[in-house]
Every structure is written in structure tokens, then in C-alpha cells.
């Protein structure tokens, strides 16, 4: 059974960088995907990557945000910079298998003014 292990959250100050890490296990994943969910929103994709590494990114952090990945060794990264108030939210790993689609148990970044 495919399992997400998400890694990396926490706070920082606005303005400041934070990376998370998604590990994969039990099967090879192919598309992976960065979503959050803020309190009282629904949850948003803000990134993917496909396992060729293409990528793409939500308006709302182009230029900001950065999503990796290593095939070797099944994760997905995200790197945050100039972090904003509203980048605070709960961070969930994403992934297509062969089986379907996996989530992870996400993760908290919270950003201080």
C-alpha cells in the first residue's frame, strides 16, 4: 500500500523561507502535487510536478514556490520563499500511483506578520 510522509512545516515570519518534503513508499508514484488548505477555505493545488519534472504552480506563488522532486527516491519537495500571512494553511502532499490517488496527513505552515 502506497503511504505520504510529509515532513518540514512549521512557523516562520512572513517574508521568511520554508521547505517541505513529501516521501513515497510502496508503489512508484508519477504525478505529485502540493496542496493547502487555509481555515475556512477549500483546499487549493499550488503546485505539481510530473515525474519528467514538469511543472506548474498556482498564480498565487509563481516566483515564490518551488516544486522538486527525486524520482530515486520517491519524494517531492517544496521550497517557499518570501512567505506571506496567507501562505498560512495546512500543506498536504499529493500522488498518483497505479492504484489511484494518495494523500498525505499534511502538514502546518504558519507564516507571522
Known amino acids: 500500500q502506497v503511504q505520504l510522509v510529509e515532513s518540514g512545516g512549521g512557523l516562520v515570519q512572513a517574508g521568511g523561507s520554508l521547505g517541505l518534503s513529501c516521501a513515497a513508499s510502496g508503489d512508484i508514484v508519477s504525478t505529485m502535487n502540493w496542496y493547502r488548505q487555509a481555515p475556512g477555505k477549500q483546499r487549493e493545488l499550488v503546485a505539481t510536478?510530473?515525474?519528467?519534472?514538469?511543472?506548474n504552480y498556482a498564480d498565487s506563488v509563481k516566483g515564490r514556490f518551488t516544486i522538486s522532486r527525486d524520482n530515486a527516491k520517491n519524494m517531492v519537495f517544496l521550497q517557499m520563499s518570501s512567505l506571506k500571512v496567507e501562505d498560512t494553511a495546512v500543506y498536504y502532499c499529493?500522488?498518483?500511483?497505479?492504484?489511484?490517488?494518495?494523500w498525505g496527513q499534511g502538514t502546518q505552515v504558519t507564516v507571522s506578520s
Open positions: 510536478i510530473s515525474r519528467g519534472g514538469n511543472t
Open positions: 499529493n500522488a498518483v500511483y497505479r492504484g489511484g490517488i494518495i
